[in-house]
């Protein structure tokens, strides 16, 4: 298999040895025309699948429009996009129906907004004397690559050789209570954490512990701040990942799944209290709020607001669950977290690293990446059909038996490649039934072709948001033919 090289391109990122030309809803080919199901989602940037209709629509609608004024002055997205994320967050949060929002473009702009309102707040409002607020986080925490969030990280590839870092951080155990409560001082403004950890593996805190975040910092006057750029917008089975415990932080941090995977939006949204204090010149940016942007971030919040993405990220994160729980009673994954359609899984070493597994993964036509040496994050867009799912987990257990017997399975298929280069399915190959007696097939759509080059004129259709629709897997490997069962 060979390696992608990116000759122009400084070595940020070490990407698994593909190419990708085009996508749509769960699927992607690469530019051999190999078909994959992807199940990283743009770590969940892609919640609503690849090229949804109705977000592909919105932008081609507002790209003939206007697409930036800067913030020198108003557009008429702009007051439209705030107010659909009040009616959607706002009530989640203690802003309530009064929440503020500041937009911004990377998750990452937006946990450094919610930094500064909360220094500021405890300057202005709380008499916190000038440059001594400290703000609480947690070990484990992956907030962002600017100097200041990696400053906050215990990762060592994150962290090291990028210093000195800013002050005014404490870092203590994420879920321990206790620990948050002995670093709380007279000069802490803010918790800032998030509600489950996606880069460290999908690390979910024991049930007490946002709750009694909350209580705490009640108590004690501080700003709860939830960084929910991954865990948010219905990855979790949840429009917000603090809903589980029925919490309602001060703040809470957006990004990825709010932009719908084609422009990057973010905001933060919350108590006015808090974020009335960034008044004119103390903050801002030239592209957050954009009506591009907008426009792509009212229709995403538009999907959400009608409850079917979490709903079924909910239904589908229980059948993810079982299987991988099955997985670890075989021995062949050593653990397993789920939270709505959203895993972390560790590979036993003997068997291999996560990025062996990942790559054994891409042989059979699932695409997922590693995290932390031994542990992959799973979380395919949340419009996927469950004979997809179990497709993929099934691909999941052959690849972790490959790995375990030293070599590839013998299975149906082996040696076989299909014909083609576009994607085509043979005729002889249907989808094979993975799915249970009673599963609903209320419709009869098939899963897409790879659609063409792009039509600015015509959106894409998109099948896969249709709830009860059959699906066929990926049709192309770069090995063997998929086989309805594992093993």
């Known amino acids: 298999m060979a390696e992608t090289t990116h000759g ?9 040895p593909i190419t990708i030309a085009r996508a749509h809803g769960t699927h992607v080919w690469d530019t051999d025309g190999n078909e994959f199901l992807d199940f990283l989602s743009g770590y969940s940037a892609l919640n609503f699948g690849h090229l949804h209709q109705g977000l592909v629509a919105a932008a081609m609608t507002q790209l003939r429009q206007v697409t930036l004024t800067s913030r020198a002055f108003d557009h008429d997205r702009l007051e439209e996009f705030a107010q659909r994320l009040v009616e959607v967050v706002g009530p989640l949060t203690t802003g309530g129906e009064d929440s503020l929002v500041v937009p911004m473009n990377t998750g990452a702009e937006a946990v450094e907004t919610a930094i500064k309102a909360v220094r500021k707040w405890g300057y202005d409002v709380r ?19 600017t100097t200041t969030l990696v400053g906050l990280s215990d990762d060592p590839v994150a962290h090291d050789g990028f210093g000195p870092f800013a002050p005014g951080f404490v870092r203590v155990p994420f879920g321990d209570l ?7 001082d007279d000069t802490t403004v803010a918790v800032l954490m998030e509600p489950v950890q996606g880069e460290a593996g ?3 805190p024991p049930d007490d512990f946002w709750p009694g975040l909350r209580a705490l910092t009640a108590e004690k006057n501080i700003a709860l701040v939830a960084d929910e750029v991954q865990s948010g917008l219905g990855r979790t089975g949840t429009t917000l990942a603090c809903e589980l415990w029925d919490v309602q932080p001060d703040l809470v941090c957006l990004g990825k799944a709010l932009g719908g995977g084609i422009v990057a939006v973010s905001a933060v949204v919350g108590k006015p209290e808090i974020l009335n204090v ?3 010149g103390t903050h801002g940016s030239t592209f957050g709020g954009n009506p591009l942007a907008c426009a792509v971030g009212v229709a995403a919040l538009d999907l959400l607001s009608t409850g079917q993405y979490q709903a079924r990220a909910a239904a589908s994160g229980k059948v ?3 299987r991988l729980d099955a997985l670890v009673d075989q021995g062949l994954l050593t653990g397993a977290r789920c939270v709505g359609l959203w895993a972390g899984i560790d590979v036993d070493p003997s068997l291999g690293t996560g990025r062996e597994l990942c790559e054994a993964l891409l042989e059979r036509g699932v695409l997922a990446k590693d995290t932390h040496a031994s542990t992959i994050r799973l979380s395919p867009p949340l419009s996927i059909v469950q004979p997809e799912l179990e497709m993929a987990l099934d691909i999941l257990e052959e690849s972790l038996v490959a790995l375990r017997d030293g070599g590839p399975e013998d299975g149906p298929g082996e040696g076989s490649e299909d014909g083609g280069s576009d994607g085509e399915a043979p005729a002889e190959e249907p989808a094979p039934e ?12 098939e899963t897409p072709e790879a659609p063409p080059e792009a039509d600015a004129a015509t959106p894409s259709a998109d099948t896969s948001d249709i709830p009860d629709a059959k699906a066929a897997p990926p049709r192309k490997r770069r090995r063997s033919k998929l086989s309805p069962t594992a093993g």
């Open 202 to 204: 999908v690390v979910v």
């Open 434 to 445: 993975t799915g249970t007696a009673e599963e609903p097939t209320a419709s009869d759509a």
């Open 8 to 16: 122009a391109l400084a070595p940020t990122y070490h990407p698994l």
């Open 178 to 184: 206790a620990a948050v409560a002995d670093a709380v």
């Open 278 to 280: 960034l008044t004119a």
């Open 320 to 322: 993810l669950q079982e």
């Open 127 to 145: 008499g916190i004397p000038a440059d001594q607020a400290t703000i609480i986080v947690a070990g484990g925490n992956f907030h962002g690559r």
